[in-house]
């Protein structure tokens, strides 16, 4: 019985590792369910907090979004708050209309 389950309990591990990733949130899905949103310092925010899935995903997203602002800043010679800055303010101008930006006032509809 044991050796039986070993057999079965195999292929259930891959064909999980294999469509784990199918079942992550998409950073599309999570602007249009109002998860997250575009932030002034060029990163993503989380706006409604207690989506641990939300919050991997934003976390994933700001890393690559820093590695390419420093890449960017080095090549540029310039300073990495400049670089978010503006990634920033395109982030926010090419968000589209319904999902999230943060502004002074704190999270707001575009």
Do not use: C
């Amino acid at each position: 019985m044991r050796r039986s389950l070993s057999w079965l309990a195999g292929p259930v591990i891959l064909w999980w590792a294999a469509l784990g990733p199918a079942f992550a949130l998409s950073l599309d899905e999570a602007k249009s369910k109002g998860l997250v949103g575009e932030k002034a310092n060029g990163y993503l925010g989380v706006v409604v907090p207690g989506s641990q899935e939300a919050q991997s995903l934003t976390n994933e997203v700001n890393q690559k979004r820093r590695q390419a602002y420093q890449d960017i800043a080095a090549r540029n010679r310039t300073q990495l708050e400049t670089v978010e800055a503006l990634a920033g303010e395109k982030a926010i101008q090419n968000t589209k209309p319904g999902h999230f930006v943060e502004g002074p006032g704190g999270w707001t509809r575009k």
